[in-house]
T-cell receptor
Framework: GAGVSQTPSNKVTEKGKYVELRCDPI?????LYWYRQSLGQGPEFLIY????????DSGLPNDRFFAVRPEGSVSTLKIQRTERGDSAVYLC?????????????FGPGTRLTVL | AQKITQTQPGMFVQEKEAVTLDCTYD???????LFWYKQPSSGEMIFLIY??????QNATEGRYSLNFQKARKSANLVISASQLGDSAMYFC???????FGQGTELSVKP
């Protein structure tokens, strides 16, 4: 079956603009995660959805970041008033049920560049 | 809070030899899962192997095995018979919401 997909693959924007990043998880996976990976670093957790609800949003850096998953499938990460420090690769992952014991399958990422 | 430490920024190994990538972790949870992921230069994160904290046997997946020493809080990845295609970044993680280490860049020499 299809893996996790993310669109766009690359996004270049100007400082202060609004961006939306989309994630389409593996069909049937109830858990969805967003991570951010800066150059030379490991991914950092942002937010975790179980179904439609955000079960853990403790990794969102500030209130400019927001994510939704209205129908329990596709998720959108929204960043308002982008800053140059937001430049990174944004990774989405899904797993069958979430929790400690399920491997997560990652998408190819969206590379965000804020000029 | 959970933490992963990978102390080897870069490693070299000769093709066909075995290599061990180090990972130590810190957690106050009694039950947890440990993961290893591979990230080639193309950028995708590829799941390699998983170890549960209550698993008595070390996990193995093909050429990958996990040397799990719970008392030492270490979960080292062993790659046997290295191949050129193994050259990549390797990340150890603990989770749930995965907490990753800084990664180790492995280079396999022909």
């Amino acid at each position: 079956g299809a893996g996790v997909s993310q669109t766009p693959s690359n996004k270049v924007t100007e400082k202060g603009k609004y961006v939306e990043l989309r994630c389409d998880p593996i069909s049937g996976h109830t858990a969805l995660y967003w991570y951010r990976q800066s150059l030379g670093q490991g991914p950092e957790f942002l937010i975790y959805f179980q179904g439609t609800g955000a079960a853990d949003d403790s990794g969102l850096p500030n209130d400019r970041f927001f994510a939704v998953r209205p129908e329990g499938s596709v998720s959108t990460l929204k960043i308002q008033r982008t800053e140059r420090g937001d430049s990174a690769v944004y990774l989405c992952a899904s797993s069958s049920t979430g929790g400690t014991y399920n491997e997560q399958f990652f998408g190819p990422g969206t590379r965000l560049t804020v000029l | 809070a959970q933490k992963i430490t990978q102390t080897q920024p870069g490693m070299f190994v000769q093709e066909k030899e075995a290599v061990t990538l180090d990972c130590t972790y810190d957690t106050s949870d009694q039950s947890y899962g440990l993961f290893w992921y591979k990230q080639p230069s193309s950028g995708e994160m590829i799941f390699l192997i998983y170890q549960g904290s209550y698993d008595e046997q070390n996990a193995t997946e093909g050429r990958y095995s996990l040397n799990f020493q719970k008392a030492r809080k270490s979960a080292n990845l062993v790659i046997s018979a290295s191949q050129l295609g193994d050259s990549a970044m390797y990340f150890c993680a603990i989770g749930g919401k995965l907490i990753f280490g800084q990664g180790t860049e492995l280079s396999v020499k022909p």
